[in-house]
């Protein structure tokens, strides 16, 4: 009877035991996840739709441990829209180029005379100690011809400067330097013609209508920068400017423009490489128009003057423009380093189209100012800009008694 009661006892205890050893894991369970809330996804925890569950209370002094802030409350986990929604007008302006403000052009020619530095001792210092010598008989006077014509002067303008000067030495007696000098440089502007008109015509119409500006040329003359130059010698000058992109045989030419006309806020009209470029000017003539802009500057392709073919089409490219108005400048860009090769050219442009100016490039270099005599002496067109740098703002009108003092330096 013991055993019996003592066996009871066991069997209780192990009983009690048993349960007391399940009841703590069966509490310990987690409970079932909200309505809506897949299984697994803590309470307290964001979504999987990226929606926040609303946390779990906590009672007062507890801490918070660090995993329990919303992730989405870091900078880290910040999406890249909500990075975008953050950046500020003013931020976002800053990130766009500063549009760049060209300084005036007037007198730009005298702060760039520098870069006739070469040019000085083929030409103007050559002559002057020519003329200072003591003795000016037959030998010396043919030294200042050859002077002459190795900077370019030509052959027609070169006899009559030579002829002007020996009268006027031999009636006023000129011998000091600061005379000789005078009379050179009287001699010389002459020779420019300062009578000529070297205005451009950049303004609009009565009518309201853009001037329009061709700017034409041979194969490596430097047509397009000189073009992204001329619209910061308009901007600077207070003109609003479109520009067109016309040389479609260039792939990179339409590039080029746009990034120089980008810098002074001038829009570039452009197409395809291989485009006509006949309706690429018209278009950007069309929408000078409708823009209303000042001035629509239009950029041609380099052709070879011995090409008739090119020229012909050139010749359409003006006819094709002038369906919107007529052109108020046909600029001739010249290379001055060619010389007298220079003036042929130029001499069959004239031909193809109504050349009203002349750009007359890279004249810091090896050229010789002599050009710019020869070219107006031959053609009847005035030079009305030159270039004397490869900087932005290095292309200056052209002033002819500005031009002889810094070529007498």
């Not at 007037?106 to 003329?131: E, F, I, T, Y």
């Not at 929408?287 to 003057?305: F, K, P, Y």
């Not at 070219?375 to 703002?393: M, N, S, T």
């Amino acid at each position: 009877m013991v055993y019996v009661v003592l066996a009871i006892v066991l069997v209780v205890l192990l009983a009690g035991g048993l349960a007391a050893f399940l009841l703590p894991r069966r509490r310990s369970a987690p409970p079932l996840p909200p309505t809506g809330q897949p299984t697994g996804q803590p309470t307290g925890r964001p979504a999987a739709t990226g929606t926040l569950a609303p946390p779990t209370p906590t009672p007062p002094g507890t801490p918070v441990p660090e995993a329990a802030t919303p992730a989405a409350a870091t900078p880290e986990a910040a999406t890249p829209e909500a990075a975008t929604a953050e950046l500020t007008a003013p931020e976002a302006a800053a990130l766009e180029p500063a549009l760049e403000i060209p300084a005036p052009t007037a007198g730009r020619l005298v702060r760039l005379r520098a870069r006739l530095a070469r040019s000085q001792s083929s030409l103007g210092r050559g002559l002057l100690g020519l003329l200072g010598r003591e003795r000016l008989d037959d030998e010396v006077w043919e030294e200042i011809e050859d002077t002459l014509l190795q900077a370019d002067v030509g052959v027609a303008a070169t006899a009559e400067i030579v002829e002007r000067l020996r009268t006027r030495t031999r009636v006023l007696g000129t011998r000091t330097e600061p005379d000789l000098r005078a009379l050179l440089s009287e001699e010389l502007v002459a020779a420019l013609d300062p009578t000529a008109d070297r205005t451009l015509h950049t303004a609009p119409a009565p009518d309201g209508k853009p001037a329009v500006l061709l700017v034409v040329g041979v194969n490596g003359t430097g047509k397009t920068t000189t073009c992204g130059k001329l619209a910061r010698v308009l901007v600077a000058d207070g003109r609003t400017v479109l520009l067109g992109a016309a040389d479609t045989f260039r792939a990179a030419a339409a590039d080029q423009l746009e990034t120089w006309g980008s810098r002074v806020g001038a829009r570039t009209v452009r197409s395809h490489a291989g485009a006509d470029p006949a309706s690429v000017a018209f278009e950007a003539v069309k929408q000078g128009i409708e823009s209303h802009v000042d001035t629509v500057l239009v950029d041609t392709a380099g052709r070879l003057h011995t090409k008739t073919g090119l020229m012909d089409e050139l010749g359409k490219v003006k006819r094709v423009i002038e369906k919107h108005g007529p052109v108020d400048e046909t600029l001739l860009v010249l290379d001055a380093t060619t010389g007298q090769n220079g003036v042929i050219q130029a001499r069959v442009f004239t031909e193809a189209v109504d050349v009203t100016g002349i750009v007359l490039t890279k004249l810091d270099g090896t050229a010789k100012g002599g050009i710019v005599i020869a070219v107006q002496r031959e053609l009847g067109v005035p030079v009305k800009l030159i270039g004397l740098g490869e900087g932005a703002d290095d292309l200056a009108p052209f002033e002819p008694e500005a031009f002889v003092d810094a070529l007498l330096g």
